[in-house]
């Protein structure tokens, strides 16, 4: 792995496509959405939302510019091996790439040591799901984060390892995201050194929040960490 390549990997994360390709997957987001038999996403109390929204073709986007990071209420659903939930925000999510880097993320009892991420952003491969470096897709992560003393993080937390592979899947429409499949434990590859990675984020959940990403770089031009800000915890969790 070169050093622009990591560079990127970690500034976009967990830190855009052509115009035929973006609407290309915009429509089998739609698609996906109502067709793809996530398993268990319809025994979700409130799974209904993301269904309506997926139907209803009056929805404005929001005109406030980063309100999509207002989760107004995350349904989830556990078994002892997988977690899914449903996200309705506050604002119209980007899926072009417009939002910069940020994401969505499932927090349990094993803290910042193993997060289920879902991400988006532009101008860098980091995910087995998208097709090039310019393919702002939703994907998943697996990562974990560490309060690293004396870095330019301050209180924000540093992106120490994120899985290349994107574990279950998630859908996007309007205001709605689905985060689903997601398992307890997952092997991949760290796309930060290349080494083999596991993290165990387990079922117990206790919280859900959207996160933004800023990298910091020092004189010489070196990435020196990725924090994650802006954390914001959502306004109702309802656990199945």
Excluded at 138 to 167: K, M, R
């Amino acid at each position: 792995m070169n050093f622009n390549t990591k560079l990127m990997l970690t500034a976009a994360i967990v830190a855009g496509v052509l115009s035929v390709g973006l609407l290309t997957y915009n429509q089998n987001q739609q698609t996906s959405a109502q067709s793809s038999g996530f398993a268990g996403l319809d025994n979700i109390p409130g799974f209904n939302i993301f269904k309506d929204a997926v139907k209803d073709k009056n929805i404005i986007p929001s005109k406030t510019s980063n309100d999509y990071l207002d989760i107004d209420k995350a349904v989830v659903g556990k078994t002892a091996k997988e977690v899914q939930a449903v996200l309705q925000t506050h604002g119209h999510i980007p899926k072009d790439g417009s939002g910069g880097a940020f994401g969505y993320g499932i927090l349990t009892t094993q803290g910042l040591n193993a997060i289920m991420v879902s991400t988006t952003h532009k101008g860098v491969l980091d995910s087995e799901d998208q097709k090039n470096a310019n393919d702002p897709r939703w994907h998943n992560h697996y990562v974990s984060l560490e309060d690293v003393p004396d870095d330019p993080c301050g209180t924000n937390p540093a992106v120490t390892s994120i899985t290349f592979q994107s574990p279950g899947e998630v859908v996007v429409s309007k205001d709605k995201a689905v985060m689903s499949n997601l398992p307890a434990k997952f092997k991949g590859t760290n796309a930060l050194n290349g080494n083999p990675l596991t993290l165990n984020p387990g079922t117990n959940v206790q919280n859900v929040v959207s996160f933004v990403l800023e990298p910091f770089f020092d004189n010489q031009g070196d990435l020196e960490a990725v924090c994650v800000k802006d954390i914001r915890p959502a306004d109702k969790v309802i656990k199945n």
